[in-house]
């Protein structure tokens, strides 16, 4: 299975239709349906429905398209590592983080002292939770991640970043909860609740409320507070959050009030353990160190 054959499976996925995937490729359309013959029968499987007013993808086809991308994107990224100069640093690193305050107070100081050193380099930020983020670090999709603790960080190489995260409820100001200075956990109990979807840190939560986790309302779950602020505005619920996550949305209509006794954790910098590291990532580690040792 070649990259180029890839290639031209996935403009024919995005254009849904060979003659115009054809033209943007710049070959004939002939060309690209015998390719796309020669993939179908390379992976013994159809993947592609060819209807009259556009092409679809089989599941096999959905699944090749994912995958595909994933690979293009990671000979992409290589290519661009093989690339760099010592003497003149290139090439793009690639960070996954979700939301909270180690990505605010970090990223723009070492981004913003990396590209005075080197500014050729480019940056790609992916946002994602801890489990997509290791995902993607996993498939060398990305060099570094930005994490929430707990993690399980035994493959990984790692900085304990000097940032902890305090956890609290975002709640609407029209609720009589946002009024007090704590919430404490009979304060939670029966009301409308989103939880994150991290298992790690649901089972966090658990322990925090002790016996009385079975009495929650759990309605909604998700990965970012962006998701949710319509809901908690309209009151429908309101969400257990970290303070980070909560200041990127600091409205004048929600609130965010710390649990009671305390519930706070670390955050990471990893990245992956036994990989043949780029002198742009080893650049970039001791920009990270210089800063945090500042």
Known sequence: MEIRTLQY????????????????????????????????DEVGQQLLIRG???????????????????????????????????????????????????VDILLPQVISSFSKKYPLVTYDIYTGNADLVKERLDQGLIDFGILLEPVEIEKYDFIRLPYKETWGLVVSKNNSLSCKEHIVSNDLIGIPLSLPNRQAVQSEFTSWFHNDYDKLNIVASGNFMTNLISLIEADICSSISVKGAFNKHNMDTIRFVPLYPELSTGTVLVWKKHQSMSSLMQHFIKEINHALNE
Request: charged share 30%.
């Open 9 to 40: 499976f996935l403009m024919v996925a995005r254009e849904e239709n060979i003659t115009r995937a054809a033209q943007q490729l710049h070959i004939g359309q002939p060309t690209l349906s015998r390719q796309l013959m020669q993939l179908e």
């Open 52 to 102: 009259k007013r556009k092409i679809e993808l089989t599941e096999a086809g959905m699944l090749l398209r994912r995958r595909a991308e994933e690979i293009i994107s990671l000979v992409d990224k290589t290519e661009k590592e093989l690339w760099n100069d010592e003497e003149e640093l290139s090439g793009q690193i690639t960070i996954g983080a979700g939301e909270f305050s180690a």
